[in-house]
């Protein structure tokens, strides 16, 4: 093996040779001054020299989210067990504005730190918590570290606002801490190439900066319950990053700016790493209240709507998900809509469980519509009840039954809509997409609201013996109420 002294020699020879032979050599570049083409810099070299100092004070904090969860199990001669499970999380949080009048301070994080699920299931697992344990408590404080123990100098937090489809949460600290001292960016102005630093507690362990580049400027996180906005960048980080600020340099200040806050990773990808951007967040840091997302499955019910779902309903295919179940609505002469909820056996077992009667608006009347009669249904029949047949908890939940399922099967057939003219330009396959998306992502919301159907049709569908009536009976107009009887006229004299 040559040694390294004489491999360095023995390159030396050779290009003094080649030079002696006539051969040229290109001088190396000068260093390239750092580049600042738009608002955001490449290179940490546009720094302003002042924005040391500042980056020294503490504005993040290692947050530590423990909750305690309640586990339901059958032991010998089916008796109930219950089982308590212990689980800790750890994330970063940032203080943004103080309270001097109340000696608080506001905080950003993501809702994925700040929020447990409130029932274990598939959607929503916790590690070391079994499917379908219930959260009894969780306490929010900022610790030192993961290995912090000692409790009496921790800070407690607690819930301002969250945005599940943001992954963004407010905390509050009953105490005055260091905030970001830097201005709130755009970033909508990020551009691939832009550099960032990163200041979180990796894995929970320690304070850490972390440096990257953006990658990708613009892209869409719809992952779960996520809807978003985002932005890629390559910094190496980790779960205990969650929730930290990023900031890019303005080539105007030389100051950092607040861009977004790191939430996820790319499981599969190395330093791809996603950020949400700032420009969704401004609002609620300063209202402290969650806004209304529109999208393009938003949906408005109105006499307007009701006449296109009149009209783009297939008698042919009037079904649609509502969760784990099928759904389908369909038009009545008359103008009524009958919207139908099939149970888990569908199709293998086609009866409805539920029905619901949505009349139409009187003449002049701009809303969606009234709701009619109700029945719940099981292999016996329909049994029909008025809806003041029904105590208070059954009216909120049938109310509430029917606003869902209207608004899905507006969905479900505007989307059909848009899939069977999705081959005719991008522009309407990308909106296809949106939809699609919109679609599942509100289908795997209908899971509670299914289940409330099913356990209602339960309590009071017919038995086998019930008086009942069949679904075809439905579709038959309500005969007209007979005219009030006028009193007979007898003869004066």
Known sequence: MV?????????????????????????????SAPRCSGEYADDLQVLAPHALE???QPYSYSVRNTASYECLSYGEGGTVRRTRKRAVMHGTAFGYRTLPATHETLLLTNEHIAEWPAVTDADHPVDGVPSGCKKLSDTLRIV?????????????????????????????????????PWHIGRSAALKERNVVEVRGFPLGAFQATNVGKV????????????????????????????GSPVLAVSCRTGEFELVGIYHAGYSEGSALNVVV???????????????????????????????RLADAHSPDAPYFPFGPL??????????????ELMSRDFP???????????????????????????WLGSAAGLKPYARADLDAEAQAQVVHLLDLLRRDAIATFRYRAAAAGAGSSRERFDQM?????????????????????VELADRLAPRTGDPSVSLADLFAPPAPAPPPSRPEVTERH
């Not at 099928?326 to 919207?339: I, K, N, S």
């Not at 077992?349 to 709701?371: A, C, M, Y």
């Not at 997409?433 to 795997?444: D, N, Q």
């Open 348 to 374: 293998l077992k086609t009866h409805p469980i539920l029905v619901l009667e949505d009349l139409p608006p009187r003449s002049g009347d701009t809303s969606f519509g009234t709701l009619g009669r109700v």
């Open 144 to 180: 030192d570290g993961e290995d912090d123990s000692y409790e009496r100098d921790d800070v407690p937090l607690t819930r301002v606002v969250a945005d599940p489809q943001l992954d963004v949460a407010v905390l509050k600290a009953h105490t005055l801490l260091h905030v970001l």
């Open 3 to 31: 040694s390294s002294a004489r491999w360095a020699r023995r390159v030396a020879l050779t290009v003094a040779s080649l030079w002696l032979s006539g051969v040229a050599f290109a001088a190396p570049p000068e260093p």
């Open 54 to 56: 500042y980056e020294r």
């Open 326 to 339: 099928t759904a389908a609505v369909r038009v009545r002469e008359g103008g009524a809509l009958l919207f």
């Open 433 to 453: 997409k949106r939809l699609e998306r919109a679609l599942r992502r509100t289908s795997a919301q209908r899971h509670d609201p299914a289940q409330s159907a």
């Open 215 to 242: 990658v990708s400027a613009l892209d869409h996180d719809n992952y779960h319950e996520w809807d978003h906005d985002d932005f890629v960048i390559d910094a190496l980080l980790s779960s205990g990053n969650a």
């Open 277 to 307: 951007g700032i420009d969704q967040l401004r609002d609620l840091m300063t209202t402290l209240k969650r806004s209304p997302h529109t999208h393009d499955g938003a949906v408005t019910l109105d006499a307007r709507e009701r006449a």
